[in-house]
């Protein structure tokens, strides 16, 4: 018979193991992909998981934020995520926001990127300020 503390130890080994690459979740479900200044409309039905994608490259200086979650009853967050685009170095890749779809409505999503901002939350160059801004996603689920 296995000790209790055993089995404590060995539960969690393997709940560390199967963490895998740190991925929150393994299904992003429907992907839909925004970027700065842009809307894109979402249309799902309940239970179904999607992730809201952008294009980040930290060594950019790409700093994606979700500021306020939507409307619970609409939809759920569940994780954000990062996802290389290749292993080349500096090379990027996408930050999703991973939800489920809950009840008929209507939900707005809006994620902000602050391009090589300083403290101050203002971009240092013209350049700088072009690459941030907002992408929204308007969110109904039907």
């Known amino acids: 018979?296995?000790?209790?503390?055993?089995?404590?130890?060995?539960?969690l080994v393997a709940l560390v193991a199967g963490c895998g690459n740190g991925a929150a979740v393994q299904s992003l479900g429907v992907m839909v992909h925004g970027k700065v200044g842009a809307t894109v409309d979402v249309r799902l039905t309940p239970g179904q998981r999607f992730s809201l994608g952008v294009d980040e490259n930290a060594s950019a200086g790409d700093s994606w934020r979700m500021a306020d979650l939507p409307d619970v009853k609409v939809a759920s967050f569940i994780s954000e995520e990062y996802r290389p685009g290749s292993e080349a170095k500096d090379a990027g890749g996408v930050r999703y926001f991973v939800f489920n779809a809950k009840?008929?409505?209507?939900?707005?999503?809006?994620?902000s990127n602050c391009r090589s901002c300083p403290a101050n939350g203002v971009s240092a160059d013209e350049q700088s300020r072009r690459a941030s801004g907002d992408a929204t996603f308007r969110i109904t689920v039907t």
Request: proline share 5%; hydrophobic share 50%; charged share 10%.
């Open 103 to 111: 009840r008929p409505g209507t939900a707005t999503v809006t994620i």
């Open 1 to 11: 018979m296995i000790h209790r503390t055993t089995m404590v130890v060995l539960l």
